[in-house]
């Protein structure tokens, strides 16, 4: 058996939330670390999704992390190969190369009084292990009958093929999520057919964006305030748009600007119909786009919303016995969220993993830590995502916990610890207090928000400004010491 190396603590995951791990880490004089990542590149999320016209929906001055800000950017929402960029430009700002372990796929992480790390590239035994894989990071892939037959090509918009020419191709898109109403517009004009696939339609609001002039990124260099000043601004935008998403009723407001922009965009009332949702706003990923239902209306796309029952090897079938002729199927279907697979890797003390003791509904003390998983934290865990602002945020709040859990391992000399089945039971019931008035639960619609079981285990069910006053506090009651 290899020897293994031992490191005090582990991340898994090289995108925002280990890379802003790792600086947090070695601004507090943490060094004794590494980064386990399976890719040949950090950036995680914003390094695999390449698909054409991928960029970002938060604010870009929101999307970064505030003690790095960035005054490159060149427009008010980034495109993902600034993103991508930015987070190479930490990493060597911050030195972590050292750190880095590039292309090891960690196969399991088991408790023994340590953790221990199985990757592709080694064994690792650490005292901390922090998971900061990322809720977008395995491909969601929907069971059609047939399609392991189909001859021609099939890729899911994560895993963009861009070694197949497009141009001239009979294309099926399944999906009209945040992904699919970006390439969607890209691709229209360069094959020669396309059939796009709609289960729901979602609310699409008009996408305000703008180049940020020369002049400006000048200014955010030389002034780094102004900067912040326009962050902090952004941020109580958004947040004051985070009202709709917990009392549903506020919500009619931006129903009519979407429905507005629907009108203007689409003059067909029969293509309108099938584009209007039949829920609340917000129940469904709030999608921005000024380019998609354009796409639509072109003569070479269709807008088809009866069910895939079969995938033949050269066509797609509906519910109405339609056979649409296809040679390319591109999957926009979103990811595996509530069923992460990684959650199937981690085990615990009594050697159950994380996807055996959530059973279908992830459940974490602030989201971060978990009963029987001495010093594991989570990044953007169960319940901290975010319907209205910047995760990045509550990563960085995240991040403040847990090197506070860390000094008071330090401090006290404990070697481990994890929330008390109490302080978790009551956090987690306060969450479900709270969501049961939100419109993820009351707005009509089956969302990727909702685990199998019915409940909203991904998003934060308030303001993301209470979410970093809960977790700004370290309380040494909710945690019990570990000793084996």
Known sequence: MATATHVRIAILGAGFGGIGAAIRLRQQGYDDFVILDRGDDVGGTWRDNTYPGCACDVPSHM?????????EWSRSFSPQPEIWEYLR??????????????????SSASWDGQWVVETS???????????????????ALPKLPGLE???????????????????????????????AIQFVPEIAPVVERMHVFQRTPPWVLSRVDRPISRLERRLFRAVPPAQRLIRTAIYW???????????????????GMARRHLRKSIADPALRAKLTPAYTMGCKRVLLSNTYYPALTRDNVELVTDAIT???????????????????????????????????????????????????????????????????FILLGPNTGLGHNSVVFMIEAQLNHILKALRHLDRHGISAIEPTPQAQQAFVSTVDRKMTGTVWLRGGCRSWYLDTNGRNSTIWPGYSWTFRMRTRRFDPADYQAVTS
């Open 310 to 376: 079969e995938v033949r090897p050269d066509a797609v079938v509906t519910a109405d016995g339609t056979a649409r002729p296809v040679d390319t199927i591109i999957f926009g279907t979103g990811f595996h969220v509530t069923d992460a697979p990684v959650a199937q890797l981690i085990r615990g003390r009594g050697g159950r993993t994380l996807a055996e003791t959530w059973g279908g509904s992830m459940r974490a003390y602030l989201g971060t830590t978990v009963t029987g998983f001495p010093n594991l």
């Open 121 to 139: 590239g080694g064994t690792y035994r650490c005292d901390v292990l922090i998971v900061a894989a990322g809720p977008l990071t395995e491909p």
């Open 149 to 179: 037959t189909f001859a021609g090509e099939v890729f899911h918009s994560a895993r963009w093929n861009h070694g197949y020419d497009l141009r001239g191709r009979q294309v099926a898109v399944v999906g009209t999520g945040a992904s």
């Open 63 to 71: 999307y970064s992390f505030s003690f790095r800000p960035n005054p």
């Open 237 to 255: 935008a958004r947040e004051a748009q985070g009202t709709g998403f917990l009392y549903p009723v506020v919500m009619r407001f931006g129903q």
């Open 89 to 106: 430009r930490c990493v060597d700002e911050h030195g972590l190369e050292r750190h880095l372990r590039l292309r090891h796929e960690v």
